[in-house]
């Protein structure tokens, strides 16, 4: 029988594993995941306790047509109910908590504005309408801010938009018109978010564990503290593994591989070299050189063609750091404030960004429990920041030096709220800072991300976020689900290709809303 191995254990191998085995028809005990951390799920991270504090790296939005993840996530039993999908799970979740945000955007003095309007210009509509016109190979090569006059990036939508899908004016204009096409039904609601999904949990729990479950029942190998250094490749023309170099704890192992199996690699990682701080410290930012999903990229892409060019993405870490930073506390009185504010419940206001600060700060106060095991008396709360680089305005530092205290104390100033002392006094604050979390938007070209399948391969994909599929959008979890679906089709020749990424732009009903809403006052 044929193997398959797979190297990582982000969502892009945990989905390309499941995918195997439902679609491929692999027995689970054929299937081996080699990952190079102490931990599973990659990039999908949820950790710590009430007393440490919880932590996240990120809070991730889903929305209707992500097809690829409901599709498969819909034969993956939830963490609670074993009759319920994890997809069910999270439909259910949104009829009863879907958001519906009433403060999206809060000016310097504390005040919500009313984001209904786009704040558009003539002119920036008509560039709009020009990026998204404009074929992507036009594009290659361009930032967002070569396509567009400066007042562009002062719009409501702007703030609206970057702080959604963190884009920066910097980034790829390939991924931005990519974004524009895909999100377009998202546009009359992106003011409230009420077409935003979320689990019911943080995406670990919600996700990650059950999909774990399910593939350890399935009998799947799962090697941690195994880091893959190199692929052997047949020494002829086409790209056919042989064997796998790893060292797995410390010491070196090869793994050899037949002609039938099949190997699949996430290559690169937005999540790559990321750090954590604490309320007292700050997470310093880890500049050294990239970790080991990048350099087995970087010794791949050197030894045939068609393997991409991880330098376009792996060496512009002042272009794609961004902070984040989990809260968690037993003290109420932020959640009420918070309430008041915003005039939503927890869970259902949705993103609220400070779209004067230095720092572009966005908050969330998530549903409760946000974490499966978290106990009633505790609360957790998420944010981010953009641009980390930058001296707050309440705190004379960058964020990226500031401890999880300092980064409170400037959302504090922020929101002028008079218990804010009080507030900081009783929250643990774990900040963590990103060298690469926005990677994957650097400018590119054509080729820059090796295809799922590369030409010339018989058992090698690439999946994940930098790997090259049309027209969907990275830096979301369906990306990596549909990378994974491409790569077991292709490689296994199967007829049950991935759905078809939704394209809201081939419907009358939704340009014209699209139109519609660019137009409002
Ligand atoms: C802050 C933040 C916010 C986000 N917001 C959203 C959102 O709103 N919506 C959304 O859909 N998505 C969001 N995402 C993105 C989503 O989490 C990622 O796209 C997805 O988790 C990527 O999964 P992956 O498996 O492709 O890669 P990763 O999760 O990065 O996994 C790669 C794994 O492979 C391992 N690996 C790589 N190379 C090797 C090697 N050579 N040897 C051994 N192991 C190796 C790495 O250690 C890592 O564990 C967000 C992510 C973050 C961090």
Redesign the pocket.
Known sequence: MAKAYL???????LSAAALLIREGRFAGTDITI????DRL????DAAGSPDAGYTM??????ELH?ECTYDLLSSIPSLDDPNKSVTEDTFAFHEDFAWNDRARLVDSAGSPVDAHSMGFSERNRLDLVACVGTPEKRLDGKRISDCFTEDFFTTNFWYMWCTTF?FEPWHSAIEFRRYLNRFVHLFKTFDTMSGIYRTRFN?YDSIVRPLLAWLKDQGVNVQQN????DLELAPDDDITVTSIA?VRDGARQDIPVAAEDLVF???G???ANSTLGSTDTPAVLDASAP???W??WETLAVKRPGMGDPAVFDTSVKDSTWG?FTVTTKDPTFFKLMEEFSGSPAGKGGLITFKDSQWLLTIVLNHQPHFHEQPADTFVWWG?ALFPDRTGDHVAKPMAQCTGREILTEVMGHLHFAQGEQIIESSIVRPAM?PY?TSQFLVRKTGDRPRVVPAGSTNLAF???YAEVPDDV???????VRTAWAAVAELLHLDRQPPPVYKGGHDPKVLLEALHTMHRH
Do not use: H, K, W
Not at 34 to 37: D, G, H, I, N
């Open positions: 190297v990582g254990a982000g969502v892009a191998s080699l990952e190079a951390q799920g990659g990039s999908l790296r990120g809070g991730r939005m889903f992500f963190a995406q195994t880091t893959v250094t790893c690699v996430t290559n990682s937005m999540t970790d080991a999903s350099r087995l984040s981010y990103m979390i999946i994940g976020q990275v830096f979301t979890v369906e990306y990596s």
